[in-house]
């Protein structure tokens, strides 16, 4: 049996059209999927359903079989979900899903597995995220390809919040959220731009800045009532920017761990939205990339 997982994002950094792409800017947290799979001579009918349920995962599993010439033993493979990012909230949960199957697979079935064959198998079944990378990057997330990679930030830690409902990634309006990206053009290029200043220099208030334009953007195509509260919030803690899952329901508010204790920080983001149907919680922001393990 071989176990992998990988950790999902609290949503976006930057998200939107950049030099004629359409690409994004996973942030990526320690909050992970985890799956482990086995080769057994037969699948019982309780794994055969749980299997099912994680449709896309199994679609992957298919999909990277194939493309290995193991097609014949896909109905001997047996895999289980250990570990679970809340679905449908902007967690990048079923790319975390799909990263870890791959990647725990692999290793069962030893071959060779780079980031670039996790995100393209991704991509035949959704539009996917940056996660399956160990750096974090400006990922076209409709054709697979990097453009540009950076180191991870440090001592960039984020304040999750969290809102009731789901969104479907495969239920978005892409065309009403590209005209979007268009007539924001001039202001997405700014938030890239302060993206990558941030990333490469480790400013973290560049990376604030960049959040806090692209989430604005986001909200006038998915707005949220809450928006306006956070970024008061925001700023009277001491934060350096908002930044959201652009296709679901979570929120982050941005912050250095050098300045504020994430422990006061949780403290007073959770006093201030005590009135909101929210979950609040503390992330910190990590290097992405599936890892394995031999059980």
Avoid at 55 to 68: D, Y
Avoid at 157 to 186: C, F, H, N
């Amino acid at each position: 049996m071989k176990l992998a997982w990988c950790p999902g994002s609290m949503g976006e950094l930057v998200q939107g059209t950049w030099e004629g792409k359409e690409v994004l800017i996973s942030l990526t947290i320690d909050r992970y999927s985890e799956i482990e799979v086995d080769l057994v001579e037969r699948v019982d009918p309780k794994s055969r359903e749980h299997m099912q349920e994680l449709w896309k995962s199994k679609r992957a599993m298919e999909l990277i079989l194939q493309e290995w010439g193991l097609s014949r033993i896909e109905e001997k493979i047996v895999f289980r979900r250990r570990h679970s990012i809340p679905e449908g909230k902007g967690y990048a949960s079923s790319t975390a899903d799909i990263a870890a199957l791959i990647a725990a697979l692999a290793l069962l079935v030893e071959r060779d597995l780079y980031e670039e064959d996790i995100a393209r198998i991704a991509l035949k079944i959704e539009p996917s995220d940056g996660i399956v990378f160990s750096k974090m990057c400006i990922f076209d997330h409709l054709d697979g390809s990097v453009l540009v990679r950076f180191p991870v930030p440090r001592y960039l830690g984020v304040i999750g919040v969290e809102l009731p409902g789901v969104l479907d990634t495969l239920s978005v309006d892409r065309r009403r959220m590209r005209a979007q990206w268009e007539k924001y053009q001039k202001d997405l290029s700014e938030a890239f731009g302060y993206a990558q200043r941030g990333l490469e220099e480790n400013d973290l208030s560049l990376l604030g800045r960049a959040a806090t334009l692209s989430s604005w953007i986001a909200q006038s195509f998915f707005p949220e009532p809450i928006y306006e509260k956070l970024i008061e919030i925001c700023s009277s803690i001491g934060g350096l920017g908002v930044n959201r899952a652009h296709t679901g329901k979570a929120f982050g508010i941005l912050f250095d761990t050098r300045v504020y204790p994430p422990k006061k920080m949780l403290q007073r983001v959770r006093e201030a939205l005590r009135n909101e149907k929210a979950d609040v919680f503390y992330n910190k922001v990590i290097s992405g990339g599936a890892r394995v393990m031999n059980l």
